[in-house]
C-alpha cells in the first residue's frame, strides 16, 4: 500500500496533485486524512509558489498543516495534471548551546551529550536530562585532561579509567574543582531515588557546568597562546 493519497484540486485553473501523507502525525494512525481547507490565495516563498493544506485525522479528529511547492511539470500519471512537492515540516524545539565555541575542539562529545540533554530538558524530559548532563560532566573534564593537559598515553589511558570524583581532582585549579565538584554531586542526585540536595536542580547545574566551561576555554586558549609565542 502507498504511504500516501492522491487529492487533487483545481487552483487558478490548472489542476493539481497532492500527495496526502497516510499516516497521523498525532497519533501516528494509518489512514486518508480529510481535507478540510484550503490557503485562500497562493504564496510566495523565496520565489516559489506554494498552498497550503488543512487536513484532519480522520482517527483522533486532530488537525495538521501540510504545504506544498506547485510545480510546472505534469503529473506522470494523471494527464493534464500538474505534480507537488510536499515541503517537510519541523516541529523540533529550539535550543540555544550556550557553551563557548572552543571546548568542541577538545571534546566534541561533550556538546553532542550537552546538546542532547538540552532537548530532553526543552521537552520536559527533565529525569532524563539530569542524567544527561551528568554524564557530559565526566566528558568534559576527563577530554579536557588527556586532550590539553596531559601528554604522556600512559597517564592519558589512566585518566579515562578513573571514576569522575578522582578526576576532577586532577584539575589544577580549584576553581575548576569547585564547579566540577558542585555540578557532579547535582548530577549524582539526579539519579537517586531520594535527592540529597533539595535546594538545587538541573538549573544550578546547568550553571555550574557554563561555568566550568568557560574556566576551561580560557585555559585551552592560554595555552595555545603560549605554543603559539614560544614557537615563534
Request: aromatic fraction near 12%; glycine fraction near 2%; hydrophobic fraction near 35%.
Amino acid at each position: 500500500m502507498k504511504n500516501y493519497s492522491d487529492h487533487m484540486a483545481q487552483i487558478n485553473y490548472k489542476s493539481f496533485v497532492f500527495e496526502l501523507p497516510r499516516t497521523c502525525p498525532h497519533c501516528n494512525h494509518s489512514m486518508t486524512p480529510d481535507v478540510v481547507l484550503r490557503s485562500p490565495e497562493l504564496i510566495n516563498i523565496n520565489g516559489e509558489t506554494v498552498i497550503s493544506l488543512l487536513c484532519q485525522c480522520i482517527d483522533c479528529k486532530e488537525f495538521f498543516a501540510l504545504t506544498y511547492k506547485l510545480l510546472s511539470h505534469q503529473h506522470e500519471r494523471y494527464p493534464n495534471y500538474f505534480k507537488t512537492s510536499l515541503i517537510p515540516y519541523n516541529y523540533s524545539k529550539y535550543v540555544e548551546y550556550d557553551i563557548p565555541k572552543e571546548i568542541e575542539e577538545f571534546s566534541p562529545t561533550f556538546k553532542e551529550i550537552y546538546q542532547q540533554s538540552q532537548t530532553a530538558e526543552a521537552y520536559n524530559l527533565n529525569h532524563i536530562a539530569g542524567i544527561g548532563f551528568r554524564k557530559s560532566i565526566e566528558f568534559l573534564v576527563k577530554d579536557f585532561l588527556i586532550n590539553v593537559v596531559i601528554d604522556n598515553d600512559e597517564e592519558k589511558s589512566k585518566i579515562s579509567k578513573l571514576n569522575l570524583s578522582q578526576a576532577i581532582d586532577k584539575l589544577h585549579n580549584q576553581s575548576m574543582i569547585n564547579l566540577a565538584k558542585a555540578a557532579t554531586w547535582i548530577g549524582n542526585d539526579e539519579t537517586h531515588y531520594i535527592k540529597k540536595y533539595q535546594d538545587k536542580d538541573i538549573n544550578d547545574m546547568k550553571k555550574y557546568i557554563r561555568a566550568l566551561s568557560h574556566h576551561l576555554s580560557s585555559e585551552y586558549l592560554v595555552l595555545e597562546s603560549a605554543s603559539f609565542i614560544n614557537g615563534n
